[in-house]
Nanobody
Framework: QVRLVESGGGLVQAGGSLRLSCAASGRTFSSDATGWFRQAPGKEREFVAALNWSGRTVYANSVKGRFTLSRDNAKNTMYLQMNNLKPEDTAVYYC???????????????WGQGTQVTVSS
């Protein structure tokens, strides 16, 4: 059974930092593209960052230069370091995995349950 578990969310002031983790079981990250998405209340789920099948990391323009995706294949864990957080980054953050995943959420079949990130102004 595949399970992705996010952690590290919380409440932080604008300009602060958080580090999200996504731990996988029942699946080997090294064989997958893995990504982070987020969903704010009343909005659709949007792409944040992904490490694709070719090893390339891509970011949404809104987080480029502030967020960093990394992955430790030995631990089967993916991370999202978020710096200089803004109130508009407030959302539930989800990790996802799929061999041919991309920046499009529907290309992923495996999802975590989400972790809340709230940035106060």
């Amino acid at each position: 059974q595949v399970r992705l578990v996010e952690s590290g969310g919380g409440l932080v002031q604008a300009g602060g930092s958080l580090r999200l983790s996504c731990a996988a079981s029942g699946r080997t990250f090294s064989s997958d593209a893995t990504g982070w998405f987020r969903q704010a209340p009343g909005k659709e789920r949007e792409f944040v960052a992904a490490l694709n099948w070719s090893g390339r990391t891509v970011y949404a323009n809104s987080v480029k230069g502030r967020f960093t995706l990394s992955r430790d294949n030995a631990k089967n864990t993916m991370y999202l370091q978020m710096n200089n957080l803004k109130p508009e980054d407030t959302a539930v953050y989800y990790c996802a995995a799929e061999p041919l995943g991309s920046i499009v959420a529907t290309t992923y079949n495996y999802w975590g349950q989400g972790t809340q990130v709230t940035v106060s102004s």
